[in-house]
Every structure is written in structure tokens, then in C-alpha cells.
């Protein structure tokens, strides 16, 4: 039989964005608060791999980028934590190039009679956020060559497509909108607020391989079984141990994905999964590749952000590495896909499943067809031949499934998501169980990673008033 000898009064699982945020808040208020993350890291869809010598230079695995103007409440805890904002675009970039059925065009090309779409006569002549506010992509008088076109220049193809209406005209971003992410690299964000949360008192404790399977509740507290976990790569999985703790609240920092594994008696009712439901995982998949020498003349290539329809997506050129004693030359770093949606199932095809599940810092083995298929695209994109793109000398991948692991949520079609977001917060009124996260976030920050930080700050509005 178990017994509770010491009760904390916090309990958190998930140790991405909201979890580690929602700790920090509760940091200085004379509660005993206890972190817990299933994985051997901090971060969750934040995940920055930090390359030798690139000077700032961050490979992103996870969130890219943020939205300085929109994103306010990243912002004041960017500047909270002392971390050094800078402009995710290079000096001088101006917006991004696309590259659609086989014509490079510039973004002053996209209302004019080069665009190679057919569109209808009151959708011609319109840049994309022009055309996304004329139409509603749900209603019939849309033509199939509009909903192409805006797919197709959209920075991520899941935007477009099982879109709930009610965020259409505001998920997308303006393009000359300010991009920023950070020097330290966006996962420094979690990372940060976990180290300060975890020092500002001795009752804090941040508690990694360790996955919440099962809850039950007992007289005035919560008996909570943790699985211990091995992470290796990208994969984290159980082995036969664990332990139990006990808490007094509950706050499940977590998307649908683990929600939906999670066995407690109160989540197994219809209405309940009815509302888990309620938001679908998109699947994402970004590729970096370390070029050890230029294979274009100049000092920059001559496309530095392309927009393409081909399955690789995006194309970006991030920068050039300092000179070091372990080089005697620069090396060249290229975000060479940001794919989602059926583009990530277009890549599994191409590379062994033990390989794409992992996460892969140094050049693929088993991996010739992906780097020859991408190479193909690089040079279509940049009109080269594929054999003057060298073999990259390393390489980063990271595959968000739609599984656990999804790389975000977006709302169902017709799903009334301003009453949902509000009732999952506390899912069952009589009990101490909370969850926050962007998953199940109001409105259109739901895809960016200040809408984790809201629902947080929903939950202590609401319920912690007097703990906050």
C-alpha cells in the first residue's frame, strides 16, 4: 500500500515551454513545486543544436523563430531572462523568393501576370494575405487554384489545409512582418526559467526521465506513477522502473499526444475525449546541412530564403562559420527543408525508419536517396547542377511525428475553440488538475509558442490568484 510521508504542493509535467513557465511563476510563493519531464532534457518543441564556431548561429529543430510585434508576452519573458533578441533575417534580406511550378518569382511577382496560377477573375491581382482576408477558404466560391496558391506560398503547407475557420485570417503572418529568435537559441527560453525556477527555492526540484503514466486521486492529494525513461536521440522510452510522488495540484504541461496515453479515471469519460479530439497533430520534419565549401560564386548564394512547393519547402541560407585552428576555411550552413504535413511523408520514404526517427547530428548512414534528393532539389531551386552541390560534411534532423511528438495542434474544423481552450484548462470542476500548453491554446498564437505562455497565464489569472 502506498503512503504519502511528504506531499508537494505543485506537481507540473512537461518540461517544454509551459511547463517550465508555469513553475517559474509559481517560483517565489512559498510552495514546494516539482518539475517533471519524460525526456533527458528541457526544451519540448523547443530544441536548438549549436554548431562549433558558427558565432550565434543557431540550427532550430523546433520553434524557428518569433514575432516580436504579436508575440508580446515571449517578448517580456525573453527580456526578463536577459536573452539577446536578434533578427532571424540576414543583413539586407528582404522578403523571401519563391520558387512555384518551375518559376522563380520575387514577392512583387505574385499579383501580376507572371503568378503560373489560373485563378478567377476577383482573385487575380492579390498578394497572399490580400487574397486570405477576400476569401474564406472553406466556402465553395473559392477556386482550387487559389487554394493552391496560398498553400503554396504559405511557409508551412498544414496552415492551409483541415483549417479551422475562425483563425484563417490571423495564423498567417504579414510578410514584412520583424522575425527575431535568439543568440543563445530559442530552447534557452525553457531552459532558463527551469534554472531559475529550480534555484529559487530548496523545495524546487526539476526531475527529468521521468513520464507520468498514471494518477489516482486520494484523501487530499494526488498519487501520481512515474515511469522512468531512457532517451537516446530523439527516441525516449520506458524501462521497467519507477517511483511514485504525490501532489496536492496537478498541472499537465502536455499536448494531446501524452493527454491521450495518461491513464486517470476522470480523463476516460466520452465528454473528455470529445474535447481531446478537438485539435489535430501535424507532423513536421526540418533538415540542416554543413557545407564545407561554397558551390555558387559570391560572397553569399544568390537566394538566401526560398518558398517553394517542391516537398523540401523552405530553403534557407543561415551563414558561414569563423575560422578556427580545427579549420582552414569557412563552412556553410543551410536550412535545406522545413516540411510538413504529407511533404514529411514524401521524406519517410527515402530514408530508413531506425535513421528518420532519430535525431541525426553527423552525415546519414543509410541515407544516400534523402541527400541525393535533396541535393536535386537545391539545384532546381538555384538552377545548378546536382553535381556541383557537394555531399554535405554534417548534417541535423529533426522529425516531429503525429504522434506524441507532433510539432504542433491546430483546431478541428467547426470546432467552437474559445469554449474549449477556456473548459480545458480545468477539465473536471472538482478536482485539482489543470492543463496548459499551445495545443489546446484560444485562437491564433495556438501554432506559435506564445500561445503555450497564454494559457499559462489563463491559469494563473483563473485559479492561482492567490499563489501568483
Not at 43 to 51: E, I, K, Y
Not at 89 to 103: A, C, F, I, K
Not at 317 to 323: A, L
Request: aromatic share 10%.
Amino acid at each position: 500500500m502506498y503512503r504519502c510521508y511528504a506531499c508537494i504542493d505543485v506537481a507540473v509535467v512537461g518540461g517544454g515551454l509551459s511547463g517550465t513557465y508555469a513553475a517559474w511563476r509559481l517560483r517565489n510563493h512559498n510552495h514546494s513545486v516539482h518539475l517533471f519531464e519524460s525526456s533527458d532534457r528541457i526544451g519540448g518543441r523547443m530544441h536548438t543544436l549549436r554548431l562549433p564556431d558558427f558565432d550565434g548561429i543557431n540550427a532550430e529543430l523546433g520553434a524557428l523563430y518569433y514575432l516580436p510585434q504579436r508575440h508580446r508576452l515571449l517578448r517580456t519573458v525573453i527580456r526578463a531572462l536577459r536573452l539577446t533578441p536578434r533578427d532571424w533575417r540576414r543583413p539586407r534580406q528582404g522578403p523571401p523568393t519563391y520558387y512555384l511550378r518551375g518559376r522563380r518569382l520575387h514577392t512583387s511577382d505574385l499579383n501580376t501576370y507572371k503568378l503560373p496560377y489560373r485563378l478567377a477573375d476577383g482573385e487575380k491581382h492579390r498578394q497572399p494575405a490580400d487574397l486570405r482576408r477576400f476569401l474564406n477558404l472553406l466556402n465553395p466560391i473559392a477556386s482550387r487554384e487559389a487554394i493552391n496558391y496560398l498553400t503554396d506560398t504559405a511557409p508551412w503547407r498544414g496552415l492551409m489545409s483541415n483549417q479551422n475557420a475562425a483563425q484563417l485570417a490571423d495564423i498567417a503572418q504579414e510578410r514584412d512582418e520583424a522575425q527575431y529568435t535568439l543568440r543563445e537559441g530559442m530552447d534557452s527560453v525553457p531552459v532558463q526559467l527551469a534554472k531559475q525556477f529550480k534555484n529559487a527555492s530548496v523545495t524546487h526540484a526539476v526531475r527529468l526521465s521521468r513520464r507520468l503514466a498514471c494518477m489516482r486521486r486520494e484523501r487530499g492529494f494526488y498519487r501520481l506513477v512515474l515511469r522512468k525513461t531512457v532517451t537516446n536521440g530523439q527516441y525516449t522510452t520506458d524501462i521497467n522502473d519507477h517511483e511514485y510522488a504525490c501532489a496536492r495540484k496537478v498541472i499537465l504541461a502536455l499536448p494531446r499526444g501524452p493527454l491521450e496515453r495518461l491513464q486517470w479515471e476522470p480523463f476516460s469519460d466520452e465528454t473528455f475525449q470529445r474535447k481531446l479530439r478537438s485539435v489535430h497533430k501535424m507532423p513536421a520534419l526540418v533538415v540542416y546541412f554543413v557545407f564545407s565549401g561554397k558551390w555558387w560564386r559570391g560572397e553569399d548564394p544568390p537566394l538566401t530564403d526560398v518558398i517553394t512547393d517542391l516537398p523540401v519547402r523552405r530553403v534557407r541560407y543561415m551563414g558561414r562559420s569563423k575560422y578556427s585552428g580545427r579549420h582552414n576555411s569557412p563552412r556553410y550552413l543551410f536550412m535545406v527543408a522545413s516540411a510538413d504535413s504529407t511533404d514529411v511523408d514524401y521524406f519517410k520514404t527515402l530514408l530508413d525508419v531506425s535513421v528518420f526517427d532519430g535525431l541525426v547530428k553527423v552525415s546519414f548512414r543509410n541515407s544516400t536517396r534523402f541527400i541525393k534528393d535533396v541535393k536535386s532539389q537545391l539545384a532546381e531551386v538555384f538552377r545548378v547542377n546536382s553535381n556541383d552541390i557537394p555531399w554535405p560534411s554534417s548534417v541535423g534532423l529533426r522529425h516531429w511525428g503525429d504522434g506524441e511528438d507532433a510539432a504542433w495542434h491546430l483546431w478541428e474544423k467547426g470546432v467552437m475553440w474559445e469554449k474549449v481552450s477556456e473548459r480545458m484548462l480545468r477539465p473536471h470542476a472538482q478536482e485539482q488538475v489543470f492543463i496548459v500548453g499551445s495545443a489546446y491554446s484560444a485562437g491564433a498564437n495556438q501554432f506559435w509558442a506564445e500561445g503555450a505562455l497564454q494559457s499559462v497565464d489563463s491559469l494563473m489569472r483563473t485559479y492561482f490568484q492567490n499563489d501568483v
